[in-house]
């Protein structure tokens, strides 16, 4: 607590005032974290200040709370993009990230607990952010970006979180995920926390998913061929709900962020997601079977093949009316850049499709809206893609339909 409050005040977060008339004070807390090791050690104990923002007001504590985040292909690209080209990858984290952003607004707040120069009449006007602020992620954004675009970075238009310097003779490239930096550059020296070799990079969540089989007492049990049982049908009215539907949003949610590095899952995780406000039995049991699929292989994970081309290859498909509940059908596509597999989607298709062929066709527009978007941030890298792009469809009649200007009754809407 001690060296938090020393942290702040060498920031000059706050200055001790009277509240002034008409004004209102926000109250704080103290949040404790023990941080651990890669091998589960204890690393060590953290204390943070955290501001109420939950009693914040709209149009009075704060205006606006937007931040961009990073797109998570954004972070595939700029990794596939560094290995193929054998650059080095450095990872930089900044410390108290969300201190640094300056308040526009007039915020107070209660001086924290074990603050010793507070007194009943004073209390904290906050000059700069705080992490529990609504504001604070904006701040800070707003904060890193001027300070990069002074130093000669310039914001992508196609994801606010990529920042490129690019000369004749050099190219740095940058992208931020909250309080997290990833920089590669042409002409750097640095190593990359991602497991990198000259070869390949490869990214595993080893430690993630172990944490999970022991945290729903699945070490022993038996791992599982497929993400979900074969031939299983999942709908919203099999069973009563479950008494405690909090644990499998929970489980559902570390599933999701388990899918980055696992491709295979996304289906599955899909299908579990679709049932997160009224969880039943067999959601639970299928949730379950996942996981045990998952450990029966652990080190599996994404591979970043080097030397590869920057060649783009698409495939494309859907599941026409699958949803019991709705009948809607599914967009299911995989992008590879070279070798590397770097953005991949499956969802739910907003309509009902009245034919596979128009399914197939609607999976078709998502894939490709993807594509020109991946094309635009690869100019960001000054990489040309290899053309035609090489788009694999299982469908002849939404091949037909997208070679030859039909319009029939089905497929003029789209």
């Given at each position: 607590m001690?060296?938090?409050?020393k942290?702040?005040?060498?920031?000059c977060?706050?200055?001790?005032i009277?509240?002034?008339a008409?004004?209102?004070?926000?109250?704080?807390?103290w949040?404790?974290?023990?941080?651990?090791?890669?091998?589960?050690?204890?690393?060590?104990?953290?204390a943070?200040l955290?501001?109420?923002?939950?009693?914040?007001?709209?149009?009075?504590?704060?205006?606006?709370?937007f931040s961009?985040?990073a797109?998570?292909?954004?972070?595939r690209?700029?990794?596939?993009?560094t290995?193929?080209?054998?650059?080095?990858?450095l990872?930089?984290?900044?410390?108290?990230?969300?201190?640094h952003?300056?308040l526009d607004?007039?915020?107070?707040?209660l001086p924290?607990e074990g603050?010793?120069?507070?007194n009943?009449r004073?209390?904290?006007?906050?000059?700069?952010?705080?992490?529990g602020?609504?504001?604070a992620?904006?701040?800070?954004?707003?904060?890193?970006?001027?300070?990069?675009e002074?130093?000669?970075?310039?914001q992508?238009p196609?994801d606010?979180c990529?920042?490129i310097?690019?000369t004749?003779?050099?190219?740095?490239?940058?992208?931020?995920?909250v309080?997290?930096?990833?920089?590669?550059?042409?002409?750097?020296?640095?190593l990359?926390d991602?497991?990198?070799?000259s070869?390949?990079?490869y990214?595993?969540?080893?430690?993630?998913?172990?944490?999970?089989?022991?945290?729903?007492?699945?070490d022993?049990a038996?791992?599982t061929?497929t993400?979900?049982?074969a031939?299983?049908k999942l709908?919203?009215?099999s069973?009563s709900?479950?008494?405690?539907?909090?644990r499998?949003?929970?489980?559902?949610?570390?599933?999701l962020?388990?899918?980055?590095?696992?491709?295979?899952i996304s289906?599955?995780v899909?299908?579990?997601?679709?049932?997160?406000q009224?969880p039943?039995?067999?959601?639970?049991?299928?949730?379950?079977h996942?996981v045990?699929?998952l450990k029966?292989s652990?080190m599996l994970?994404?591979?970043?093949?080097?030397?590869?081309?920057?060649?783009?290859t698409?495939?494309?498909?859907?599941?026409?009316a699958?949803?019991i509940?709705?009948?809607?059908?599914?967009?299911g596509?995989c992008?590879f850049l070279?070798?590397s597999?770097?953005s991949w989607?499956t969802?739910?298709?907003p309509?009902v499709?009245?034919?596979s062929?128009?399914?197939e066709y609607?999976?078709v527009?998502s894939?490709?809206?993807?594509?020109?978007?991946i094309?635009?941030l690869?100019?960001?890298?000054a990489?040309?893609?290899?053309?035609?792009?090489?788009?694999h469809?299982?469908?002849?009649?939404?091949?037909?339909?997208?070679g030859?200007p039909i319009?029939h009754e089905r497929?003029k809407h789209?």
């Amino acid at each position: 607590m001690a060296k938090e409050l020393k942290a702040l005040k060498q920031n000059c977060t706050w200055e001790l005032i009277e509240l002034p008339a008409g004004k209102r004070a926000i109250g704080c807390r103290w949040v404790y974290k023990t941080k651990l090791k890669q091998n589960g050690s204890i690393d060590l104990y953290k204390a943070r200040l955290v501001a109420k923002g939950y009693t914040q007001i709209e149009c009075v504590d704060y205006f606006d709370s937007f931040s961009p985040v990073a797109k998570i292909v954004t972070v595939r690209i700029f990794i596939t993009v560094t290995t193929t080209h054998g650059w080095p990858l450095l990872q930089l984290d900044v410390n108290n990230a969300f201190l640094h952003g300056q308040l526009d607004e007039e915020v107070y707040m209660l001086p924290p607990e074990g603050y010793a120069k507070a007194n009943a009449r004073l209390v904290c006007r906050l000059r700069k952010s705080l992490y529990g602020l609504k504001q604070a992620s904006r701040q800070w954004n707003i904060e890193l970006t001027s300070k990069l675009e002074s130093y000669g970075f310039k914001q992508s238009p196609h994801d606010h979180c990529l920042f490129i310097m690019r000369t004749d003779s050099l190219l740095l490239a940058l992208i931020v995920y909250v309080d997290d930096v990833l920089l590669i550059g042409n002409s750097m020296a640095a190593l990359t926390d991602v497991k990198q070799s000259s070869h390949e990079t490869y990214v595993t969540q080893r430690k993630y998913l172990l944490d999970i089989v022991h945290d729903y007492h699945l070490d022993d049990a038996k791992a599982t061929a497929t993400p979900l049982p074969a031939g299983i049908k999942l709908d919203a009215s099999s069973s009563s709900t479950l008494a405690s539907p909090d644990r499998y949003r929970r489980l559902v949610g570390r599933l999701l962020y388990l899918s980055f590095p696992w491709p295979d899952i996304s289906f599955a995780v899909q299908q579990l997601s679709q049932f997160i406000q009224y969880p039943r039995q067999p959601h639970w049991e299928a949730a379950l079977h996942l996981v045990r699929y998952l450990k029966g292989s652990p080190m599996l994970g994404l591979f970043f093949e080097a030397g590869s081309s920057f060649k783009l290859t698409a495939y494309s498909d859907s599941d026409s009316a699958s949803s019991i509940n709705t009948r809607r059908s599914i967009t299911g596509y995989c992008i590879f850049l070279g070798g590397s597999l770097i953005s991949w989607k499956t969802k739910k298709q907003p309509t009902v499709s009245r034919s596979s062929a128009e399914a197939e066709y609607r999976s078709v527009g998502s894939t490709v809206c993807e594509l020109l978007w991946i094309s635009y941030l690869l100019g960001e890298f000054a990489i040309a893609v290899d053309s035609p792009i090489l788009f694999h469809c299982d469908n002849k009649a939404a091949i037909h339909i997208t070679g030859n200007p039909i319009f029939h009754e089905r497929t003029k809407h789209h």
